[in-house]
């Protein structure tokens, strides 16, 4: 119905500034949120940011003023800026998003497939 496809990620030095992008295409009418969530080895997957309704936005403490989440709502992007990036941002990067699907206000919960970002020199 929805998919998501995440790019961006790869090898990036302690200071580094990439930006993670996730398109999602599909039977969409709106969307409610698009969301960053990361995975470490070993660790829970936790929320990074979320950008609802393409206004308001939601960090997690562990990123706030280093990350930004942004989108472009005509082409149903969402983007994470990441700046001054440190080791423990290693992790896998998966796109979240709730899409309406028709004017019935029907939802789809989808998850992208996760891009790797290491952080390391």
């Known amino acids: 119905q929805v998919r998501l496809v995440e790019s961006g990620g790869g090898l990036v030095q302690p200071g580094g500034a990439p930006r993670l992008s996730c398109a999602a295409s599909?039977?969409?009418?709106?969307?409610?949120?698009m969301a960053w969530y990361r995975q470490a080895p070993g660790e829970q997957r936790e929320l990074v940011a979320e950008?609802?309704?393409?206004?308001?936005?939601k960090y997690a403490d562990s990123v706030k003023g280093r990350f930004t989440i942004f989108g472009d709502n005509a082409k149903n992007v969402v983007y994470l800026q990441m700046n001054k990036l440190k080791p423990e941002d290693t992790a896998v990067y998966y796109c979240?998003?709730?899409?309406?699907?028709?004017?019935?206000?029907?939802?789809?919960?989808?998850w992208g497939q996760g891009t790797q970002v290491t952080v390391s020199s």
């Open positions: 950008l609802t309704r393409g206004v308001n936005t």
């Open positions: 599909g039977r969409i009418f709106s969307i409610n949120f």
């Open positions: 979240n998003a709730e899409v309406v699907m028709d004017s019935d206000g029907s939802t789809w919960h989808e």
